[in-house]
C-alpha cells in the first residue's frame, strides 16, 4: 500500500532559521502561532539559551565537534547563534574558521549536515542566472569559492565550500552584515584530488577539474549574471590558486564590486603587522628590507602592499620593489636564474646583477632583512640556520620579524617555540593561525595573530554603506592602517603587533568608517558620509536579539 504524503505546515515560527526563538517564544506567542505544547514549558531568555549552548560546545573535546555543534545550530536559530559567537568570540573563532575549518573542509562530505548557499557547478552552464533565481534573499556580499586552493590544503572541490561559510560568520560578527544578506558560493568545476574523485561520500561533481578557457568562461558567466540580478552585491573571491586568483583579479576589480581577499586582505593585514614591526624594532619604514618565502597569489600581493606602504614613507616605486627578496622553491628569484617566470613573478625579479641564491639561507644572508615572512603553504621548512642567519643579519635593535603565514596550524613555516628557540628570544613574532605565547628568560614573546579576520569584514561593511563602485587597494590599505593604530605603543614596544580578537567587532566599525572615507576620496562611493558617521555605522550593525511578536 502506497504511503500517504508527509504533511509539511508546520510553523514557519519554528522552522525558519531567521525567525525561530525555540524556547524564547513566549507563552502568549506559543498560543498566537500555535506553538504550546511544541517546546517544553519554561521560556528562556536569549541569554540563558546561549549558555546552554556554549557549555554543550565545551562539552566536546575536539574542536571537530565543536565545529559541527555550532553550525548544526547556525542552521536551526540564526540569532542565537551569533548570540553564542558575540559573546566567546576568542574561543569560538578557532572553531568556526581557522585552524578547524581546514579539517571541516577535508571531511566536508562525511560530516555534511544540512545545505548552506549555492553550488553552482560547471553541469549548469549556460544557465547560472537561472540557478541564483533559486535563492530566496537579495543578497548585499557574496563569498565564492571554486575550491582549488583552501587554506594550505590544496585542491578541496566542493569540500571547499566551509571556507566562503566560515568566512560570511565573520561578515556577521565583525563587519555587522545581517546574516540572511549574506550568500556562500561554491562554483564547482570539479577536482583533482584523486582521493575526493574515489570517495563515496564526496559530494561535488566526480570529474576532473576544468582549466584554461573553460574555467575563464565559467568565471564570466558566474560574475556577470550575479551583478546582473544583484547589481549592489559585493562579491568577495577566496581561495582560488594563484594563476586564477590575480588572474580573476585583475579581470574583474574595476567591472564589478569584487575584491580577492587571499590577494588584497591577506596584504592589508600583513602590511598591517609590519608597520607595527617595524616601529617595535626601530627601523624606518623607508629602511627596511623583507624576504618573501613563497610566491603564490598571496605573495604577490602582500610584497605589492608592503611597496606601497614603502613608498608612502618617502621610497620611489623602484627603491621600494628593490627592498623585497623574493624566494620560491628554486631560490631567489632573479632575472638571469634561467628558468621562466610567470608575469606576477616577474614583477619581483630582481635585475640588479644580484648573485644567485638558490637557496632560502643565501637569500637571508645576502639581503640581511629586517622581516621574514612565510606563504610557502609547505609546512615546517625554516631552518635553525635560516633563523640564525636572520637574527645576525637583521637591522634596528637585531630582532626581526618572524611571520609564518601559511594555514592552518600545521602548514605555517615554524612554530612560535622553534622561532624562539633558535633566535634566543631575539624576534617578534605573528602567524596566520593561532599560537601559544611564549617566555624567553622570564620575558612575553607574544604568538601575535596575524589574520585577515581584521581587515575583510569592515572593509565589505564599507563598500556597502558608501555604495561603493569598486574595491580600491587605497580602501584596503586604509583598514591596514585601523587595524595598526589599534595596538597601543607600549603593546608595541613589548612586541605585540596586533589587536586582541576580542576587539574584532569594534576594529570592523572603524575600518568601515575609514573605508568609507577613502572610497569618497577615490570618487567610488555614491553615497557619502552623513555627518554623524560613527552613529550611523553603529545603527547599522546587526545585532543577534529577539524581537516582540505579540
Not at 547556525?74 to 558575540?86: I, P
Not at 559573546?87 to 549536515?113: H, M, W
Not at 605603543?489 to 569594534?506: E, N, S, V
Request: proline share 5%.
Amino acid at each position: 500500500m502506497a504511503q500517504k504524503p508527509c504533511p509539511v505546515n508546520f510553523p514557519m515560527e519554528m522552522t525558519n532559521k531567521y525567525l525561530t526563538k525555540g524556547t524564547g517564544f513566549s507563552l502568549e506567542e506559543r498560543e498566537k502561532y500555535k506553538l504550546t505544547g511544541l517546546m517544553p514549558v519554561n521560556v528562556e531568555t536569549l541569554d540563558e539559551q546561549a549558555a546552554r549552548a556554549i557549555a554543550h560546545v565545551r562539552s566536546f573535546k575536539k574542536m571537530l565537534n565543536k565545529y559541527i555543534y555550532m553550525e548544526n545550530l547556525h542552521s536551526q536559530n540564526v540569532k542565537l547563534f551569533y548570540k553564542v559567537l558575540l559573546d566567546n568570540v576568542v574561543e569560538l573563532l578557532p572553531v568556526l574558521y581557522t585552524p578547524t575549518v581546514g579539517e571541516a573542509c577535508q571531511k566536508y562530505g562525511s560530516i555534511f549536515r544540512n545545505f548552506a548557499g549555492l553550488y553552482l557547478s560547471a553541469l549548469e552552464r549556460g544557465r547560472f542566472a537561472e540557478v541564483l533565481d533559486n535563492w530566496y534573499e537579495e543578497p548585499e556580499i557574496i563569498v565564492v569559492t571554486d575550491g582549488g586552493r583552501i587554506l594550505g590544503l590544496g585542491d578541496q572541490g566542493a569540500g571547499g565550500m566551509g571556507i566562503p561559510i566560515g568566512k560570511l560568520h565573520l561578515y556577521v560578527a565583525g563587519g555587522g552584515f545581517h546574516p540572511a544578506k549574506t550568500l556562500p558560493i561554491t562554483v564547482d568545476v570539479g577536482t583533482d584530488r584523486e582521493s575526493l574523485l574515489l570517495n563515496p561520500r564526496y559530494l561535488g561533481m566526480p570529474s576532473k577539474r576544468l582549466r584554461g578557457a573553460e574555467h575563464e568562461a565559467i568565471m564570466d558567466e558566474f560574475m556577470a549574471a550575479v551583478a546582473d540580478k544583484w547589481p549592489k552585491c559585493i562579491i568577495q573571491f577566496e581561495d582560488f590558486q594563484s594563476e586564477y586568483a590575480l588572474k580573476y583579479l585583475e579581470r574583474y576589480r574595476t567591472k564589478y564590486i569584487h575584491f580577492n581577499d587571499d590577494v588584497q586582505g591577506t596584504a592589508a593585514i600583513v602590511t598591517s603587522g609590519f608597520i607595527n614591526g617595524m616601529k617595535a624594532q626601530g627601523t624606518d619604514l623607508k629602511d627596511a628590507k623583507v624576504v618573501m618565502c613563497g610566491a603564490g597569489s598571496s605573495a604577490v600581493g602582500v610584497s605589492g602592499y608592503l611597496m606601497k606602504a614603502m613608498m608612502m614613507a618617502g621610497l620611489s616605486e623602484a627603491e621600494a620593489r628593490g627592498r623585497i627578496y623574493m624566494v620560491d622553491s628554486k631560490g631567489l628569484i632573479t632575472t638571469t636564474r634561467g628558468d621562466k617566470l610567470n608575469e606576477w613573478k616577474s614583477k619581483f625579479a630582481r635585475n640588479d646583477g644580484t648573485a644567485e641564491c638558490p637557496t632560502l639561507l643565501d637569500a637571508i644572508k645576502l639581503a640581511k632583512p629586517n622581516a621574514l615572512f612565510g606563504l610557502t603553504g609547505a609546512g615546517p621548512v625554516w631552518k635553525k640556520e635560516d633563523i640564525e642567519a636572520l637574527v645576525a643579519g637583521c637591522g634596528g635593535n637585531g630582532k626581526p620579524l618572524i611571520f609564518p603565514l601559511s594555514n592552518p596550524t600545521k602548514n605555517a613555516e615554524i612554530t612560535i617555540e622553534q622561532a624562539v628557540e633558535w633566535s634566543k628570544g631575539k624576534c617578534f613574532f605573528a602567524a596566520g593561525s593561532p599560537f601559544e605565547h611564549q617566555t624567553y628568560e622570564g620575558r612575553m614573546i607574544f604568538a601575535s595573530q596575524c589574520n585577515n579576520m581584521f581587515i575583510f569584514p569592515g572593509v565589505g561593511m564599507g563598500a556597502k554603506l558608501s555604495a561603493s563602485t569598486q574595491i580600491t587597494d587605497s580602501m584596503l590599505l586604509a583598514a591596514a592602517f585601523v587595524v595598526a593604530d589599534f595596538v597601543n605603543a607600549d603593546d608595541i614596544k613589548r612586541g605585540k603587533l596586533y589587536p586582541d580578537l576580542h576587539f574584532l567587532r569594534h576594529i570592523g566599525k572603524w575600518i568601515t568608517k575609514a573605508v568609507w572615507d577613502e572610497a569618497q576620496k577615490e570618487g567610488v562611493a555614491q553615497i557619502p558620509p552623513p555627518t554623524d558617521v560613527r552613529r550611523y555605522i553603529k545603527d547599522s550593525f546587526y545585532d543577534p536579539e529577539y524581537c516582540n511578536c505579540n
